[in-house]
């Protein structure tokens, strides 16, 4: 019986699409401003975009590799999408990757980047290696999130580069139904939206997004809400009034705004 089907069609994929795709190029957050963040938490990150209306800021599910770490940079993003065998498959294995949006992206990493990883928590997609996480902490990456998996586990245990992720698979990033398909785009990520250079900030807390643009007035705020944070701290653990001491009464804030200047003459 003859075949009815021109199979060469179907394995051509749409007119024009070349993989990878990558966004408009973008603006990354200067070094100083990170440099302050990294004197912030994500749950204060958090707290006070709340107070700004901006709600869906944490990225639920990714957990530090370790504890005690905390890392703060500019996103950098990759995004997988779903397979279609006419356009990408795994099929092609493993070296097959090195023309997809995962190598590229990791071509793109500058000093202070923050790789963001759209995987959808898939299981079977392992979207990271040793290789690859060695690649992006040498090129001067200073934290990765995925919301999926990763593979080579016992080795990447072993690196210093902070690391949120669900946990861990022995599969390849293309061997499950996932491909490494765009980068430097829009991702969604444990239910928040991340755009690039976006600043991340991450924890034992876990992951949090600021938006660019409102960053600076973040980070004013923050500043400030730490300092008197470690002031209310110390005065709890001598037994201080809850009620005084955290939020700030009135007399607990001319008793902050007082120690803050004995502190400033230090």
Not at 15 to 31: D, Y
Not at 63 to 91: C, Y
Not at 118 to 131: I, N, P, T, V
Not at 149 to 166: A, C, F, G, S, V
Request: one cysteine or more; charged letters at 25%.
């Amino acid at each position: 019986m003859k075949d009815p089907f021109d199979r060469s069609k179907a394995m051509a994929g749409p007119k024009g699409l070349k993989l990878p795709i990558v966004g408009p190029s973008f603006e990354r957050a200067q070094e100083e401003l990170i440099k302050r963040f990294g004197a912030v938490s994500s749950a204060t990150a958090s707290a006070l975009m709340n107070v700004l209306g901006i709600r869906y800021t944490f990225i639920t599910g990714p957990r530090p590799l370790k504890t005690g770490q905390h890392a703060v940079g500019s996103a950098l993003t990759m995004q997988f999408m779903p397979q279609r065998e006419d356009i990408a498959s795994g099929l092609v294995q493993e070296q097959g990757e090195n023309t997809s949006a995962l190598w590229a992206v990791l071509d793109d990493v500058r000093k202070n980047d923050f790789l963001v990883i759209q995987a959808y928590g898939d299981k079977h997609s392992g979207c990271l290696g040793e290789m690859l996480v060695t690649s992006f902490a040498g090129r001067g990456g200073v934290g990765i999130c995925v919301d999926g998996y990763i593979r080579d586990w016992p080795r990447i245990q072993k690196m210093d580069i902070p690391l949120w992720t669900l946990g861990a698979t022995p599969n390849y990033a293309s061997q499950g139904p996932l491909y490494p398909w765009a980068h430097a785009v829009p991702v969604a990520v444990g239910g928040s939206l991340v755009l690039p250079g976006d600043i991340i900030i991450a924890d034992d807390d876990g992951v949090v997004v600021v938006p660019i643009n409102v960053a600076l007035d973040i980070l004013n705020v923050a500043e400030e809400h730490e300092d008197w944070e470690e002031f209310s701290r110390l005065r709890l653990e001598q037994g201080g009034a809850l009620r005084k001491y955290y939020p700030l009464s009135e007399e607990g804030q001319k008793e902050y705004e007082e120690w803050h200047k004995q502190q400033s003459a230090k």
